[in-house]
């Protein structure tokens, strides 16, 4: 049943097997729209926006490294909520990162299952 | 972020498009002299046309149209025998340069070549070569006036010799210093940005302030609509145009010219031609094999995992925005400031082309000719006298050079 205050539907998206990888990272895609998994260095599970909100690179190849992800183009890295943390290359002092954030969609790992919670609306 | 409607007329190329009305005043590069091995019909597939080069006995080259399937590929490139002529389509004029011919598919008499560097210097010292990336022109453009991304995407972990930097991107050492440029693109990632009109684009100066009042300094240009021209290494400039084959493809076309000795044309062509796949000139590292990503490499190599040539690089980063990039999703920061000068150039043109003001758009009156340059160059100065540095540079490159460079 869908309501206005429907958060959505848990959908299993991966297994654990399927991330068990050197570099536990895949693209995910949802209702048409790219996302990226990945867990980060405390082993917790990000699924967030593919497209670096800076110019559209692709995040799926983006480096795992400092507990989230960062992107190869400009070095913006995000952590597991999609929040941007860092931009190397903005002026020292800069505070725009914090006004940056990609999609993200809450995720949960049980019994070897990775399951996302897919709005109803797909945003 | 811009709207839908913003970024569809800046980047849409078509016959009938608003940025495409601003390419076709200037010449176009449209394919490689080295191409008429192909035989005296060469498929060119340029903004939105289907068009052939055809040669004549004379040697006299023309462009003309060529019947298209419905639905053929981007870059389809049809045998020779198999192209037909559409002789109800237009014909444009064109003009070799260097070993691109160069095709006017503007209205009225095409503007004057400028006497820039790559143009000015002989045969000897000129190599062309392309590339298609399969994305549309203007995030390829975009690329190359962010003088940024060079300290992240091309970052190497590992500096080798720059004496084995023949033919190479960042591999050099800088001018004035005992560092590869690939160590103070790492150790310096913040540059900051200048940005200054000029009458044929953008010059763009970034500045990397080191350690005991030292400056490294690295100037490069846009060159109106859609090239760039920037140091490769202390004996070579790049030129480089990125030219649409259609909405969602484009070509590089680059001129690399030497104010030393003669480009080693054989060894230039053998490195970039290991990387293509003749007739199309596509990448063999592309979308389609993951642009031969290694995260082992990544995480010990290169910032990328693809490799040690920063073309590869390039092209992962603007093909992976998806074929027009979504410019209502960007954020634009301060290391992009070229791009949005840039953007107030192309929209200005735009502007000047609907209106009827031709005179208005850069590099498109009588003191083309007497346009010279541009500067392009790594180097490493005082802090307090950069400027005087460059440019003394810059005059004393010049005057070493066997062939008339001088301003």
């Known amino acids: 049943m869908t309501t206005q205050t429907d958060p959505g539907h848990w959908q299993v998206i991966a297994t654990t097997a ?14 048409g729209k790219p996302y990226v998994l990945f867990r980060d260095d405390a082993g917790a599970l990000g699924l967030i926006g593919r497209h670096c909100p800076h110019r559209g690179a692709d995040l799926c190849y983006g480096r795992l490294e400092d507990n989230g992800l960062r992107c190869p183009f400009h070095g913006w890295h995000f952590d597991r909520t999609g929040q941007c943390v860092e931009q190397p290359a903005e002026p020292e002092g800069s505070k725009m990162f914090t006004q940056i954030k990609v ?7 049980i019994n070897g299952e990775i399951r996302a919670l897919v709005p109803e609306d797909a945003q | 972020m811009i709207s839908q409607e913003l970024n569809d007329q800046m980047t849409r190329i078509g016959p009938a498009t608003q940025a495409g009305g601003v390419l076709r005043h200037y010449w176009q590069p449209a394919a490689l002299i080295d191409e008429l091995a192909h035989g005296d019909k060469v498929p060119v597939n340029l903004l939105g046309e289907r068009l ?11 462009l003309a149209t060529r019947v298209a399937a419905q639905g053929e590929p981007a870059v389809h490139y049809p045998a020779a025998a198999d192209i037909e002529i559409d002789t109800n389509g237009p014909t444009y004029p064109v003009v070799e340069m260097k070993g691109v011919v160069f095709a006017y598919l503007g209205p009225g008499r095409p503007p004057d070549f400028p006497n820039f560097d790559c143009f000015r210097a002989p045969d000897s010292h000129v190599f062309a070569f392309k590339g298609l990336w399969e994305c549309n022109w203007l995030q390829a453009l975009e690329i190359g006036i962010d003088p940024a991304h060079a300290s992240f995407l ?8 720059p004496d084995d930097s023949y033919g190479k991107q960042f591999r050099d050492k800088a001018e004035g210093a005992n560092m590869p440029i690939t160590q103070l693109l790492r150790e310096y990632p913040r540059p900051d940005i200048e940005v200054d009109e000029t009458s044929y684009g953008l010059k763009i100066t970034a500045l990397r302030h080191l350690e005991s009042d030292l400056t490294h300094v690295r100037i490069t240009n846009q060159i109106f609509p859609q090239a760039i021209c920037i140091p490769m290494s202390r004996e070579m400039i790049i030129t480089q145009w990125h030219v649409p084959v259609d909405d969602e493809n484009c070509y590089w076309f680059t001129l690399f010219t030497s104010f030393d000795s003669p480009v080693d044309k054989d060894l230039m062509r053998a490195q970039r031609l290991k990387e293509h796949v003749l007739p199309t000139y596509a990448p063999r590292k592309n979308k389609s094999n993951d642009y031969h990503y290694d995260p082992q490499e990544q995480a010990t190599l290169t910032y990328t995992g693809m490799g040690l040539d920063i073309n590869v690089h390039d092209q992962w980063a603007v093909e992976g925005m998806g074929p027009i990039q979504d410019r209502t999703q960007e954020h634009l920061g301060r290391s992009d400031k070229a791009i949005i000068r840039y953007r107030r150039l192309l929209r200005g043109a735009i502007a000047a082309v609907e209106a009827g003001r031709r005179a208005d758009l850069p590099m498109q009156n009588r003191t083309t000719t007497a346009i010279t340059g541009p500067l392009s160059n790594d180097a490493i100065a005082d802090r307090q006298n950069w400027q005087d540095v460059c440019h003394q540079m810059d005059i004393a490159r010049r005057a070493a050079c066997s062939w008339d460079a001088t301003l």
């Open chain 1, 18 to 31: 399927q991330l068990d990888l050197p570099r536990p990272l895949l693209p995910v895609t949802l209702r």
């Open chain 1, 103 to 109: 999609p993200m969609i809450p995720v949960e790992e």
């Open chain 2, 52 to 62: 052939v080069l055809l040669r004549d006995a004379q040697d006299t080259l023309t």
């Open chain 2, 154 to 161: 091309h970052r190497f972990l590992e500096d080798e010799n």
